[in-house]
């Protein structure tokens, strides 16, 4: 039998994904376009993209804020962008929080050939999820 009196909580990041875009109508997140690969933007601009983070915990992660951030790391391990820092709060074990990062990647970082970065839900210094994603240096026709 578990002991649950010494729990300061658990959060768990239970959902990385990429996309295009988001919209908010009504309260709800829309993702549009999930992106399993990155591609330059067509128009030679900066390449625009999210990141949607759900965090969810126990009943014991409540009644405080847990700092959260959303860092990119290229395939070395050098991190190359972060947002900014979210207060996590989480109001009970079946309500989720979820946090949306923008970043956009410079035209010449798809120089070279294909890449891979990396991108990590960090919460309190701590890599709860990550997913590798794919940059490719042109559109196949």
């Known amino acids: 039998m578990e002991n649950h009196e010494n729990c300061e909580g658990v959060v768990e990041c239970t959902a990385l994904v990429l996309a295009e875009s988001v919209a908010e109508l009504g309260g709800r997140l829309t993702?549009?376009?999930?992106?399993d690969?990155?591609?330059?933007?067509?128009?030679g601009d900066d390449t625009s993209f999210v990141?949607?983070?759900?965090?969810?915990?126990?009943?014991h992660a409540t009644d405080r804020a847990w700092q959260a951030r959303i860092v990119i790391s290229d395939?070395?391990?050098e991190v190359m962008m972060e947002s900014a820092d979210y207060s996590v709060w989480i109001e009970g074990s079946d309500e989720p929080y979820t946090i949306v990062a923008a970043f956009d990647l410079p035209e010449d970082y798809f120089d070279g050939g294909e890449k891979v970065i990396w991108v990590e839900a960090v919460l309190e210094e701590e890599t709860l999820s990550q997913t590798a994603i794919?940059?490719?240096?042109r559109y196949n026709v």
């Open 75 to 77: 395939d070395e391990g």
């Open 134 to 137: 794919r940059l490719r240096d």
């Open 37 to 43: 690969e990155i591609r330059p933007s067509r128009n």
């Open 51 to 59: 990141v949607y983070a759900k965090f969810e915990g126990c009943e």
């Open 31 to 35: 993702l549009f376009g999930i992106l």
